[in-house]
T-cell receptor, first 116, second 117 residues
Framework: AQSVTQLDSQVPVFEEAPVELRCNYS??????LFWYVQYPNQGLQLLLK??????LVKGINGFEAEFNKSQTSFHLRKPSVHISDTAEYFC??????????????FGKGTKLTVNP | KAGVTQTPRYLIKTRGQQVTLSCSPI?????VSWYQQTPGQGLQFLFE???????NKGNFPGRFSGRQFSNSRSEMNVSTLELGDSALYLC????????????????FGPGTRLLVL
């Protein structure tokens, strides 16, 4: 069964500093990986996704993630964060269900707080 | 194109009551999934509907049910509410152009925040 572990529940950083949010996954089949962001009192917004091809994936708002199959990781990075990046970030893997459908399996989330 | 819309946005109920939440997917999207988000359990899959049929169900009791209409709009119902049902309920839609595809992106609505007193 697929699972996702986000190694840090909270990450505080200063504005304009780089940040890395860590995500490890477990899957016995081909993986499709996603990062979503949730701003306070809002739903989830897709940041980026890895389906196949280049292991470096670029997303919105200057974020990027690198798929590393040998380390089963999909860490999210941004070279310089802004106050507006303060939000909760979720890593997810697409998992097949018994009925042949699929669902997203999410990590517990990482709260990124950007301080001035 | 309008995004996924959910109504109501906020809801307060008491234990033992039932509640119905509504989700309108992005125009043209035929699959609707529901997720429950709580501080303790995080985001958990409830069920997915496609072509008015429930395709799959997560690990939730039978008090949680749903349905999908011919226009792809979906409702979920929770009967005999318990305090632990307090959560943000998120709906997500995707195109599902093929019979199944885990490459399609799900687009989430803003959620309905349910508080059970």
């Amino acid at each position: 069964a697929q699972s996702v572990t986000q190694l840090d529940s909270q990450v505080p950083v200063f504005e304009e500093a780089p940040v890395e949010l860590r995500c490890n996954y477990s899957s016995s089949v081909s993986v499709y990986l996603f990062w979503y962001v949730q701003y306070p009192n809002q739903g989830l917004q897709l940041l980026l996704k890895y389906l196949s091809g280049s292991t470096l994936v670029k997303g919105i708002n200057g974020f990027e993630a690198e798929f590393n199959k040998s380390q089963t990781s999909f860490h999210l990075r941004k070279p310089s964060v802004h106050i507006s990046d303060t939000a909760e970030y979720f890593c997810a893997v697409s998992a097949l269900t018994q009925g042949g459908s699929e669902k997203l399996v999410f990590g517990k989330g990482t709260k990124l707080t950007v301080n001035p | 194109k309008a995004g996924v819309t959910q109504t109501p946005r906020y809801l307060i109920k008491t234990r033992g009551q039932q509640v119905t939440l509504s989700c309108s997917p992005i125009s043209g999207h035929r699959s609707v999934s529901w997720y429950q988000q709580t501080p303790g359990q995080g985001l958990q899959f409830l069920f997915e509907y496609f072509s008015e049929t429930q395709r799959n169900k997560g690990n939730f009791p039978g008090r949680f049910s749903g349905r999908q209409f011919s226009n792809s709009r979906s409702e979920m119902n929770v009967s005999t509410l318990e305090l632990g049902d307090s959560a943000l309920y998120l709906c997500a839609s995707k195109l599902r152009g093929r019979s199944w595809s885990y490459q399609e992106t799900q687009y989430f609505g803003p959620g309905t925040r349910l508080l059970v007193l």
